[in-house]
């Protein structure tokens, strides 16, 4: 019984991790942005699941996170700062990114 338990337990362990993993960063993300940033671990930026639950519930966490791309900087994160736009990204591929970061969960 205490064996099945563990099994189910590390099952939905692994369920769990394997849903931000399943994500696949977007072509224009992995091209601008993924140099410095991954969807599911710090790089030189924060992860982006990360910035995810730090506008969590926000209404506006879209675009309070395009205009933080659009303008670069370091955004509380403590961590080298971000140049504005990244690498050149254009505003459409900004806010595509930035929906995407947003519903990450």
Do not use: R
């Amino acid at each position: 019984m205490k064996s099945i338990f563990i099994s189910m337990t590390v099952v939905a362990g692994l369920m769990v991790a394997g849903s931000v993993q399943a994500t696949d960063m977007p072509a224009v993300g992995k091209t601008k942005c993924g140099a410095c940033h991954a969807i599911d671990k710090k790089m030189v930026g924060p992860a982006w699941i990360d910035v995810a639950k730090k506008y969590k519930g926000d209404v506006n966490a879209a675009s309070k996170i395009a205009a933080n791309i659009t303008k670069g900087g370091e955004f509380g994160w403590k961590m080298s700062k971000m140049p504005p736009k990244g690498m050149n990204a254009t505003d459409a591929e900004i806010k595509s990114l930035a929906e995407f970061i947003a519903g990450l969960k």
